[in-house]
């Protein structure tokens, strides 16, 4: 079993909806959450952080579910311009640095 | 502006060769990390540097060599030895000293093109 584990999709949406991704990790002494954006061959850049009281930015809403161990990421009002890969990533010790990524889900919003 | 540097953006290495990937960034981050990108594929994790004149293995470190001789600078050498490193690869940086509930924000350079010709 990976340690962070992403539904690798494609989730073709059309403009305007909503659309939920899920992001399963196995070690519970994880410490911090991210969600990153990365775009065709370019490289990922920080979508939002993801705060034990759940966060939101904008059309954005990022969630940590410590329980079961999962993180999740929600697009309201989806835009053409949020198709991209989103990475979950997972640090399990914050002072050690060591950080694993999901392998993404991909997001396609069509007109 | 604050950020990291790779360079070159592309680079064509023939066979048996060995080539290096600069890495330098100006975020006075203690934290760096090289990842390797398959098309289609996640990022995995080459080495990683907490602090200077020190670094660890990441999950697939063979075939690959780096130093950490100064803060601002990670270089990676892509030896011989690695059979495929025909990929993209991705330098980053965090701040791994920040005591706070989301620290360690990871941020990425804009990645190095590697084909083998």
């Known amino acids: 079993r990976k340690e962070v584990e992403q539904d690798p999709g494609p989730f073709n949406v059309p403009e305007g909806a909503t659309v939920a991704f899920n992001c399963t990790y196995s070690?519970?002494?994880?410490?911090?959450f991210f969600w990153y954006r990365q775009d065709c061959r370019k490289e990922p850049k920080l979508l939002m952080s993801?705060?034990?009281s759940g966060n939101e930015d904008g059309r954005f809403t990022a969630q940590l579910n410590r329980a079961s161990q999962y993180i999740s990421l929600l697009i309201r009002d989806s835009k053409l311009s949020d198709s991209a890969t989103y990475l979950c990533?997972?640090?399990?010790?914050?002072?050690?640095?060591?950080?694993?990524f999901g392998d993404g889900t991909t997001l396609t919003v069509k007109p | 502006d604050g950020g990291i540097t790779q360079s070159p953006k592309y680079l064509f290495r023939k066979e048996g060769q060995n080539v290096t990937l600069s890495c330098e960034q100006n975020?006075?981050?203690?934290?760096m990390y090289w990842y390797r990108q398959d098309p289609g594929q996640g990022l995995r994790l080459i080495y990683y540097?907490?602090?200077?004149?020190?670094?660890q293995k990441g999950d697939i470190a063979e075939g690959y060599s780096v130093s950490r001789e100064k803060k601002e600078s990670f270089p990676l050498t892509v030896t011989s030895a690695q059979k495929n490193p025909t990929a993209f690869y991705l330098c980053?940086?965090?701040?791994?000293?920040?005591?706070?509930?989301?620290?360690?924000?990871?941020?990425f350079g804009e990645g190095s093109w590697l084909t083998v010709v």
């Open positions: 975020l006075n981050h203690d934290a």
């Open positions: 990533v997972v640090i399990v010790n914050t002072n050690a640095g060591k950080s694993t």
């Open positions: 070690n519970s002494a994880s410490q911090s």
């Open positions: 980053a940086s965090s701040g791994a000293n920040r005591v706070k509930e989301s620290g360690n924000t990871i941020y």
């Open positions: 540097s907490q602090i200077v004149n020190d670094f």
């Open positions: 993801v705060y034990s």
